[in-house]
C-alpha cells in the first residue's frame, strides 16, 4: 500500500491533544488531527467538510530532531467571559511547544487520495501551521519525492535523514497499530466540532546506524 510523506520542521510546533481554556499543552511529535488538519488546508476543505476520507489512512511519524520544549507565559485583561462581559481580573495562560523540532510523517492509505494531497502540498489552498496559527513551516511540508510505493513503516525507515548531519542517537519510530499507547486524535466528525477518538501508537527505536543519511543532498 503506497505511502505519502511530509517534512514538518521548523521554528515553533504545538500538537496538543489535552490542551483546556488556559493550558495549552503540545505532545512530543505531531498529532493525526493536526497533521490531517494541514491536509485538509492543503486540499482547501472547510472546517465543516467530512474528513472521513483522510481519517481512515495510518499513520506514523519519525523523530528526525525532537526539539526543545517550551512553554509562553501569557497574561490578559479586559477578557470577554461566557456571559459577555469583561473582567478586570488578570487572565494567565500557559502554551507550551516544540522548538526546533523535525519530524517525518507517513500516510498509508488511498492511492488516489494520496496522490491528490501530495499536490495539494504543493499548492496548498489555505495557510498550513505547525499545529497552531503562527507557527510557519520551514523548510515546507512538501517532499518532491514524497509519494512512495513502500508501506509506512518501510517508507518511514528508508527516506533519507532530513537534516544536514548524520544522527547522533537513534530515531525514534511511531506508528499507529492495534495495541500499545492510547491517544486521542482520531477525527471522528468535520474540524468544527472538535470531537475526536482513540487510536492506538507503537513506539519504536531506528537505530542511528541504520538510518540513511544522502550526503549529496545537503551540500551547499
Not at 25 to 40: E, F, I, Q, R
Not at 81 to 101: C, G, I, K, N
Not at 178 to 187: F, I, K, M, N, T
Not at 199 to 219: I, N, T
Request: glycine share 6%.
Amino acid at each position: 500500500m503506497p505511502t505519502l510523506l511530509l517534512r514538518l520542521q521548523g521554528p515553533l510546533q504545538s500538537w496538543g491533544t489535552r490542551s483546556r481554556f488556559d493550558y495549552r499543552d503540545t505532545w512530543p511529535y505531531p498529532t493525526k488531527s493536526g497533521v490531517l488538519g494541514l491536509l485538509a488546508a492543503a486540499l482547501g476543505r472547510d472546517r465543516k467538510e467530512d474528513v472521513s476520507d483522510l481519517a481512515s489512512l495510518r499513520m506514523g511519524v519519525r523523530v528526525d530532531r525532537k526539539g526543545v520544549l517550551k512553554v509562553d507565559y501569557q497574561t490578559a485583561q479586559e477578557v470577554l467571559t461566557s456571559s459577555q462581559t469583561t473582567t478586570r481580573d488578570v487572565v494567565q495562560s500557559w502554551r507550551y511547544y516544540l522548538s526546533d523540532a523535525a519530524f517525518l510523517v507517513g500516510l498509508e492509505g488511498d492511492a488516489n487520495l494520496l496522490k491528490e494531497a501530495h499536490q495539494a502540498l504543493l499548492n496548498p489552498r489555505f495557510a498550513l501551521y505547525l499545529g497552531r496559527k503562527g507557527y510557519l513551516p520551514s523548510p515546507p511540508p512538501y517532499l518532491p519525492d514524497g509519494l512512495r510505493e513502500e508501506p509506512l513503516e518501510e517508507a518511514l525507515r528508508t527516506y533519507p535523514y532530513l537534516l544536514p548531519h548524520k544522527p547522533r542517537e537513534d530515531l525514534l519510530l511511531v506508528l499507529e497499530a492495534e495495541q500499545g499507547r492510547l491517544v486521542y486524535d482520531q477525527p471522528i466528525a468535520p474540524f468544527a466540532k472538535r470531537q475526536f477518538g482513540a487510536r492506538y501508537v507503537e513506539e519504536r527505536l531506528l537505530a542511528k546506524e541504520e538510518v540513511y543519511f544522502r550526503e549529496e543532498a545537503h551540500v551547499g
